[in-house]
């Protein structure tokens, strides 16, 4: 056993060192984590650190031997109709990925009280013959629908992991924002850390020029382009990740005073407002159901080399509201960043 030197990888976003090495040693318990933090084996940086510190993309993070897992427990399967659901939503698979359409409200991975309803713990449904299980790439918040990666061996998690760190991979949501962000077309450049005190999971942005005096901020840049507007009242937007925090995309919109509808998190609770809030005075189901969808993906596949491309239909909620709206999904392009022919 020796010490292992891990880099936070830039697809996994910022998290807490807990549970960023759960998700790696999951066969290490809350309170061996917390020991190993607290006499300083475990160490971010070089230096030591707490459990409830966040670790981001960028950053080493020291490994002492661990000790060996316990032989595993027995455990039950999805259910025939979380098996059903989960099959349902593959897009694409071969012996090597698999490409999923995320239904909204289905975790990535397991959290308090949500049990093996996750899209990690139904990956026994997703074999297709093989002995191991697949694995993700990536993440989606449990509310954003849309396209998810899940490798069917380490070698190719590794390579699809080390496409997101070097941004080799095209990413394209879709939203309904309120209001109309001016201009059409632009780029949005906010730091993001972590707020203070009990507001949970939620990012602050933070002014470019102060991410480096401002203690756990990190540099974010997202691209938007407005593709149509309902008036003045609410937007249909394309969303680029250029890097990958933590709720980038809803904190970046709400911050230039446009919240992706249905966004209680960061666009506050009022369903009524007079075109810059939550609801955009769209009111029922629009303003309840968060409106953010992962569209469109386009990565070199790992193995052959050949360039893939995904584009994943609107969850029905969604599909609704263009509808409600009279706006046509399949009249734009793919990825409407691109030049045109």
Known sequence: MTVELRTVAEDEGEARL?????????????????????????????????????????????????????????????????????????????????????????????GSGQGGRHVDGLTAALTFGYKERPKLVHRLDKDTSGLLLLARTDRVARRLAEAFRDRATRKVYWAVVAGVPSPRRGTIRYGLAKAPGAQGERMLCIHPDRVGATEGARHATTDYAVIEALGSRAAWVALVPVTGRTHQLRAH?????????????????????????????????????????????????????????????????????????????????????????
């Not at 966004?263 to 303003?287: C, P, V």
């Not at 599909?319 to 960043?337: I, L, M, Y």
Request: positive net charge; glycine residues 12%.
């Open 18 to 110: 807990d549970r960023w090495l759960r998700r790696h040693y999951p066969h290490l318990t809350q309170g061996t984590v917390e020991r190993l933090c607290r006499t300083g084996q475990v160490r971010v940086d070089g230096a030591r650190a707490k459990a409830s510190d966040r670790v981001g993309p960028g950053m080493t993070v020291r490994i002492p031997p661990l000790p060996d897992a316990a032989p595993p427990r027995p455990t039950a399967g999805p259910s025939d109709a979380d098996a059903a659901m989960i099959q349902a939503a593959v897009l694409w698979h071969d012996p090597h990925l698999i490409v999923l359409n995320k239904p909204p409200g289905l975790p990535s991975q397991g």
């Open 253 to 341: 919109m709400a911050e230039i005073g446009h919240p992706v509808a249905g966004d209680a998190k960061y666009g506050g609770s009022g369903q009524e407002n007079r075109g810059t809030g939550w609801g955009a005075q769209l009111g029922g189901e629009i303003s309840r159901k968060l409106h953010l969808h992962a569209r469109f993906i386009a990565f070199d596949h790992p193995v052959t080399g050949a360039r893939m491309r995904f584009v994943a239909p609107l969850p029905p909620h969604m599909a609704r509201t263009w509808d409600t709206f009279g706006w046509r999904p399949d009249a734009v392009p793919d990825d409407p960043f691109e030049p045109a022919g």
